[in-house]
Structure formats: structure tokens, C-alpha cells
């Protein structure tokens, strides 16, 4: 082998590196201050672009020496650094989850470990006045060797830290040749087993750092908020490359005034400054401090803020704060992990336009420049630690008994005394390279790895090196203690966190004096279709001060572009697709934003969710109103301005605009009631839509942006549309009565033992007496059904629906079949036929469980009025346990007897040229009984087409939620549906069947149909795919329902 085996050691994390500093770029005192970008300092060179590169399958193929000076590469390939060598045809794309992808044996890598070998070669001019030069690497996975000019000079591993290596003595002015050994795994690959893509090689920016022989190595700027947070004490402990030299100082404001000034000549500076702006995410001032010696210049912005915990709150400069988060990981489907500036401002831009705060660096420290933007665009951020040991859990016999409960995290490396060096380095290089940065206030020792001596130890040191932040550990809650170690230490971790608390263990908790603030540091997992629950966590928030908010998984999906179909549709791969082993299937794809970045409904229902103004009505007809600031820092007044719309049966009718700043005034975190020029319509269904929008131009948000919006009822009538349907259909039925006359039916009919065909007037209607459904509806000679209706309860099961699906298929819900068994036919006064069924649907291979009877009738005009009263099998809600022997209501909130309905209702199959939908229900994205708010009830227009929500995994998606009606039409003929009690629908050009089989959305086959399914009601979304299951509120688990609706076909 040609290199030592350091990739196998876990006491060697580094050879010849240097000690990890906080994060700056030194410049010469010539460089111009207002330097924007560090590619443009004269002290920087970047080392990116295209590098040669060859990929072995074993660390054992590679041996030949190739970092010698004059090694012929002419045989190797060109790979652009930095990337991802699986991006670029080499290795294999794999995702897992939780699973090792190899076999646990640490610190043992298998021999067949990947390597790549890379050499570049690079011109280099010293600069004027430095002697000491530095090589930096911000991001390798997973360990690396380098070569200068055939000169060994080190070893890093950490894949998610800064390697910077002293190569001064091996640099040349002029010509020189870096090789880099990179290998696919080593011993710190165990403390990396996160839930993404397992991508290798030299993914962040490589470069070269010129110092002077003698200068400042590190410093850590601590302030002190005093005088009610009007000034500060700062202190800055400095360490030297050498003895220490005078330091002058200089800190200035935005504007450029200085604020403080001096001379230090010892190993620290101490100033005060007064008349301070704090910083916080809603106004994120920088001040900027300068640090300077004879030779060199660095530059570091700064905030002042102080974050700190009282009464189990958390506050940030005395007021109190919550996260409204994301958990984002370095994920772009063409680049990989490998993702520039550009990307990540990308994400902050969506994020701040959808009203969020805060990140948590899952699971592993961002690039040093993430972090400079979250401090100038002001989001909070959780710092988390390179670390997950999520692997253990699949380890056979180590599950450790407490409580008798088994603990999902066997201490096998948490609690190893062998790995605390280990945990200890990279907890330690994340503290040491982010403490300077404003927006972190949370250090994070990692995720999903269990509790033991390491991470005492690392929250101990990291404790006494930085008091000033929060720490955080979710994983803590693992603890099985080795009854030799003593009692488990908690004593410094300041948060108590969890991931996906249900609603009630988070009231057992926060209703019960807690002694820390609880957050989620993960919850309302947005996997597919969902999430479904996010406003009953903002509820949580509203009535618990020490529940300070939480971070959405995730923030987008993880997929690989793989090009694009014959007919242009993005392919994008998750787990399975390139034939790796093990992987974890479409769970990398959840998120809530697509991989390209475009949102999906379920960012636009976070987004309104976490509005900054909510409007709450007290009395419509005076117009009075109750404004709710939910921002922490700034009155409605300074950002803030309102519109409002009146919508009389769901289309606009009136507008305004609300700038008046003493209505306005509204202090963060309050009420205030106040008089709107809003008063209801007599006439249908009104209401308001009041909306908030950015008074000012932001970062990513211009003047005018919408933040948000409250739609309030003004009166509880439905709309004219209905009423006009209803009253159209009475004054036809009181018109055919009078004619009629007491004479026969205006309608016949006749029959055979398996169909009664009902002729009108203007229509041919055949009803099937063995499905207690009808065959066919032809109206003024055209057809509307092109399959026969049906009763319908399955929904393609979305990602939320991953446990309970188990259920539904035990239960057969997917292979239903429906039986009539009696069907009386009666001619009624007003001309109109009724037809009375019984019917019930089972299983194929199950007892029946739905009982329904049935009522239709068909109105002279051809209107068919439908009602339904259904019983369900209680006997059949109790027939699944064998999935959930061993689990308890927090595991599992499913008890036996819940295999809920997914759905209930009818299915039509209308002609694919009936494509054009009008509704008034909730529009216009993708409602559900739980998944509704970034909707507003309106009358909406669609093509059908566009109704479909196109989740890389195919799932149910598209429905609309509370409809008074909906109709389908094309140039000739239309269909309505309606009701005086609200229904829900869907419009596909898919089959429930086919998004059910089908395992990406661009291998969907339309149907040839419009699918038309019109429900009673679907049960709502949640978020269960990694969290609680739905709340039973929101489940279809009733034993009785009555279902009715209005069948209306139209020529036109």
C-alpha cells in the first residue's frame, strides 16, 4: 500500500494539519476594504477547476506513486474540482438512511474502499511581504492525503471540516504540483452515517492562504450586553503564529462610522461600545471589525446579540424568540453536496419568502460562507457537529433495555470511551471554526448517535470554551448508562429537544412546569404529500412561551438528475434507482421543495402557517378586528403594510389598502383591536381576504412581497351559484309536478335482471342493480361516463401514509368489490324516479364491512340527487394488530382497531376531453381536511391537468377540500356536482392505480380518462411518514356517515 494507514486509526483524525482557528481571509493592508468576495483579496488563490483525476474500485489498485514529482498523468481523466466523482461517472450513487454501507467493524473500512486520485498542477507568485503560506481544503469526503511537489504533507478527515496544512516549505515560486489521495471511507465514516446521497472526493474550495512570519492565528470575538442591551463589553482573546505583535483595532458601523478604536499589544483586546444596534433575523445589523498588524489585514463582520434562557424560555436581547426552521442539507441534484454560493443563496431566498428564520446545518457544518450569509440575511442557526451514528440501530443484539423499553441506540461508540477522542475533535473543529459568526446560537454535538462518556465530554468542553450559546442534543433522550460510569450527566445540555413529539407528549411536557425549553429539531416531516400538521404546531407555539418552535424535514428533496424521458420529463433518482445495495428507497425525498427548488404546496401551507400578521374577526358588521403581531422584534407599523379583498361568491367585488400607521401600531408579540373598513355583503356567500406585504425592499423580497394572508367569513350563506342550482332544481321539480298532474312518470324506464335503463326526455340513464351504480349516463345524445361509476375508498398512499398503508392492504381496501343486493324502483309526483339500493362493498378476500343504502333520484331535467347512508363494520376496524404487537401510543398512535378509511366516495370516468374544471372550494393548490392553509375558499378555474401535484414519488395528490361545487366540461358538454353539505374532489388524468404502482412520477401513464372522484370526505395528510401518526380528528374512522350530492349534465 502506498500510504499509511491513517484511514483506519480513530485516534489519528489528522497528520501535520494545523489546528483548526475560526474562519477569516487575511488580506495585505494595501487591499482595498471594501472587498466583496474573497476571490478578489490579494492574499487568496483559489484552486478550483479542472483537475486530473483517476478512480480505483480498492485503495489496493492504487499503487503506483503518483504525487512524485514528474509522474506521468497523460492516462488520467479530467474531473472539475470541486464535485462529486459519482456525478461524473465513477462509483455508484447510493443513498441509505440509517444503514451502514458496509459492514460494521470499526474502525475498520472494508479493503474494497474507492480512492481517487487527483493532481493539479498551479503557477504560483508569492505575494509581496508574507512567508508562510497555507493549503486549505474546506470539504473532502472522506479522509485525504497530500502531496506537494512530491513532498508528503498531511493527512485530514472530517469530511465536513477545514483541512489547512503549513506548505511553506514545499511551495515554489512559479510551477508547482498538489497531488490528493482521496478514499470513499475510513474510520470516521462511522460517526458520518447521515441520511443523504453518499457522495466522495473533494467537494468544497480548495486554496492558498499567504501570512506574514509572524501574525494573528486565531481570535474569538465574546461581547457582553449591558445598559438594557444599549452597549456591550467586548473581549478578544488572540493567538499568534509566533510572539505576539501590536494589533490595532477598529470597529465601524454599517454606515461607517467608528465606533471603537486601539492598540493592543498583548494576547487580548477589551473595548466598549455604546449606542449599539443589535442584531437579530428580522433587522440583522452588522458592524464591521478590522484587525490589523504591520503586515496584514483581517476583516470580520459582527453582530451584537445575546442569547440566553429564563423560565424555560429562550430570548434573544431580552425579548422572546422562536425558530421557525429548516433542517437543509448540501443537496442540488446536478452538483451533489458540491454546492456554491449561488445554491445556497438560492435556498435562503425561497426560505425567506416563505417566512422562515432559522437553520439547522443537518448533520454537519456548512462551508464558512454559508455562515457569513445566514449573518447578513439574518437566520438563526443551529451548528451542528459532523457527526450520526444512525448505523447502530440495525446491529444485531446490542439493543440495550431500559425501562423496559429497548433503546434504539446501543452505546456501542456513544458511550465508548475508545471514541471520545473521536466526538470530541469534531464537536471541538466545528466550535473552533464558526465562533465568530452572529447567526450561530446553537451548537449542535451532533444527530442520532446515542449518549455516553463521548458526548458528556464534548458538551463539557464545549460549555467551558463558549458559555455564550445554547447547546443542543437531541439524542440525549438515548441514554442506557453502563451502571460502572455512574449516573448520565445532563447538566450541559441546555435544550430539551426531541423529534417528532406528538402534540400530547409535547402538552405532557410543556403543561407540566418544564425545566428547559422544548424544541423540535425535527418535526412535520415533509415527505411527498404533506405536511399535514403544521398549524397544530403553531397552536402549540401560541399557548406554550417554552415551546420555542422547531425545524422542518427537510428542506428539499434529494434526487439525482438522470436526464430526461422521450417526451422531456426530469428524471431525477433516489435510492434503489443505480442498482446499489443497501439503500432506502424515495426517503431521501422529503422535502419541501422539490430537488430543482420548486416549492411545493406543502412550503406554501408552511409559509401561511407562519405568517407575521394574523387577523382575527370580533364583530363583522361594525368592522371591528384583531391585528396579531407575530414577529419578535418589529412593530407591524415599520414592515408592514395591509390589502384587503371582499369576495362575494368567491370572485372580488371590492378592495383597499391599509398604510395607516396609527391603526399600524402594533408592538412584536401583541393584539391590538382595531376598526377595518370591511363590512359583509348582503347577497351570497362573502368574505375578506386581508393580506400583509413588506412595506419595504429586503434582501430577496422586494416592496409590495406578500407575506401572507387570513380569509374571514362575513356571513355564513353559501354561494348564489348553489343557490341558484338548488332553486333551479325545485322550480323544475315544482314545474313537472303541476304538469304531471297525478298522471304516470315523465319518466320511464324498463329492466332485465342485471340493468334498469331510465329514458327521459332528454337522456338515456343505465343502472346497474348488481353494483347498485350506473353503467352509463348519455344526455341529449352524449355520453358522460365512459366506465361505469363506482364507490371508491383508496387513495394511492402518500408518503404519509407509510405505516398506516400496511393496514389499509391487510384490510384489502385496495381490492375492493361492490354488491348490490336489492333495488325498488318508484315513480315520484314531481315526475322524477327513485331508485332505492342495497349495497355493500368487502374485500376480496374478507367478510363485507361497508353496509350502504342507497337513494337516487332522477329528476325529469336529468339531474340525479344521490344520498347515502353507510354503515361501517366495526368487527373489521379491529382485525389488524399483528404490525403493531409491541408499540405503544407515542410509538405508534395506530391501536389495532384503526385501520381508518383513506377515503370515501364515487369514481367516474369521463371523457379525456373534458378538461376544463370550475370550482368554489379551497383553491387554488391541493387542500385537505388538515392541509388547507395556503388556500382560500374561492371560485377557481383550472384545466384539469393542472390540478395534478407532481411528486417525484406518484401518491395522491390534487384534491380540494370543502367544495359547495365543481364542474367539468369541454366545448359541448359539461358535468356539475354539488351540494348544500360540502364535499371534496379530485380531477386526474390518472388512476388511483397507477399512482399507486408507479414509482416515479416520469413513469406515469395518463389514463385516457378524466378521473373524476367525489368524496364525502379523504382523511387528512399529517406527517406520519417519520413522526406521529394522523390525530384522530383528522381520520376517516367513523362507523356511520351520510354522503349526498347533485349530479348535473349541461350542453352547452
Known sequence: MIIPKYFEDNHIFGVNDEPMRAYYIPTSPAQDPDWKIRTETDRFLLLNGDWKFRYF??????????????????????????????????????????????????????????????????????????ATYHLNFEGVDSCY???????????????????????????????????????????????EDQDKFRNSGIFRDVYVLARPQNYIRDFFVQTQLKDNYTAADVTIPLTFAGESIPVSYKLTSACGCVVAEGISSGDSIAFSASDLTLWNAEHPYLYTLTLSTDFETIRQRIGFREISIKDAIVYLNGQKVRFRGANRHDSDPYVGSAVTLEHIRKDMSLMRQHNFNAIRTSHYPNAPEFYELCDE?????????????????????????????????????????????????????????????????????????????????????????????????????????????????????????????????????????????????????AMGNGPGDIEDYYQLEEQYDTFVGGFVWEWCDHGVYMGTTDDGRKKFYYGGDSGEYPHDGNFCMDGLVYPDRTPSTGLKEYKNVHRPVRVHLVDAASGTYILQNNLDFTNLKEEVYLTYEILQNGMAVASGEIRDTELLDVAPRSKKTVQLPIKPLENGACSVIISSHQLHEKPFTPAGFKLGFDQIMLNENCTDTLTALLNAEKASADSCSCAANGTASAITYTENDRVITINGADFVYVYNKLTGMFDSMIYKNHSFLKRPMEMNIWRAPTDNDRVVKRLWYEAGYDKMTQRAYNTTVEAQEDGSLKLHTTSSMAPIFRQRFLEIDAEWIITPDGIV???????????????????????????????????????????????????????????????????????????????????????????????????????????????????????SFNLSEYTEEELTTKGHNYELEKSGYTVFCIDYRQSGIGSGSCGPQLAKEYRLDDTHYTFSFHLKPEIL
Open 57 to 130: 474500485d480498492s485503495i489496493y489498485d492504487c499503487q503506483e506513486a503518483f504525487y512524485d514529482e514528474g509522474y506521468d498523468t497523460n492516462h488520467f481523466d479530467t474531473l472539475p474540482v470541486p464535485s462529486n466523482w459519482q456525478d461524473h461517472g465513477y462509483d455508484i450513487h447510493q443513498y441509505t438512511n440509517t444503514r451502514y454501507p458496509f459492514p460494521f467493524d470499526p474502525p475498520y473500512v472494508p479493503h474494497e474502499n474507492p480512492c481517487g486520485a487527483y493532481v493539479h498542477s498551479f503557477t504560483y507568485k508569492k505575494p509581496e511581504g508574507t
Open 145 to 191: 492525503y497530500v502531496w506537494l511537489n512530491g513532498i508528503f504533507i498531511g493527512y485530514h478527515q472530517v469530511s465536513h471540516s477545514t483541512g489547512e496544512f503549513d506548505i511553506t516549505s514545499a511551495l515554489r515560486e512559479g510551477e508547482n504540483t498538489l497531488a490528493v489521495l482521496v478514499l470513499k471511507w475510513c474510520d470516521g465514516s462511522y460517526l
Open 377 to 525: 440575511y439574518g437566520f438563526y442557526v443551529i451548528d451542528e457537529s459532523d457527526i450520526e451514528i444512525h448505523g447502530v440501530v440495525n446491529l444485531y443484539n446490542l439493543n440495550i433495555w431500559k425501562e423496559g423499553k429497548k433503546n434504539p441506540f446501543p452505546p456501542f461508540l456513544s458511550d465508548n470511551e475508545d471514541w471520545t477522542d473521536s466526538v470530541v475533535d469534531r464537536v471541538r473543529k466545528n466550535v473552533m471554526r464558526d465562533k465568530n459568526r452572529t447567526s450561530v446560537l446553537i451548537w449542535s454535538m451532533g444527530n442520532e448517535a446515542g449518549y455516553g462518556c463521548t458526548f458528556e465530554d464534548a458538551l463539557a468542553w464545549t460549555k467551558s470554551y463558549d458559555p455564550t450559546r445554547l447547546t443542543h442534543y437531541e439524542s440525549s433522550m438515548h441514554h442506557p448508562r453502563n451502571p460502572k460510569r455512574g449516573k448520565t450527566d445532563f447538566s450541559n445540555i441546555d435544550l430539551r429537544s426531541r423529534m417528532y413529539a406528538a402534540i400530547p407528549e409535547m402538552h405532557a411536557y410543556l403543561g407540566n412546569n418544564p425545566d428547559k425549553p422544548f424544541i423540535q429539531c425535527e418535526f412535520v416531516h
Open 865 to 983: 340527487r344521490s344520498s347515502m347512508e353507510i354503515e361501517r363494520d366495526a368487527i373489521m376496524r379491529g382485525m389488524y394488530s399483528e404490525y403493531f404487537e409491541d408499540v405503544t401510543e407515542n410509538d405508534n398512535p395506530f391501536q389495532p382497531n384503526e385501520a381508518f378509511l383513506p377515503r370515501l366516495g364515487i369514481r367516474l370516468f369521463l371523457s379525456k376531453h373534458m378538461n376544463q374544471a370550475e370550482y368554489f372550494g379551497y383553491g387554488p393548490h391541493e387542500s385537505y381536511i388538515d392541509k388547507r392553509r395556503a388556500n382560500y375558499l374561492g371560485k377557481f378555474t383550472s384545466r384539469v391537468c393542472d390540478l395534478h401535484e407532481d411528486y417525484m414519488r406518484p401518491q395522491e395528490n390534487g384534491s380540494h377540500y370543502h367544495c359547495e361545487y365543481v364542474s367539468v366540461a369541454d366545448d359541448s358538454r359539461k358535468l356539475t356536482v354539488y351540494n348544500e353539505q360540502p364535499i
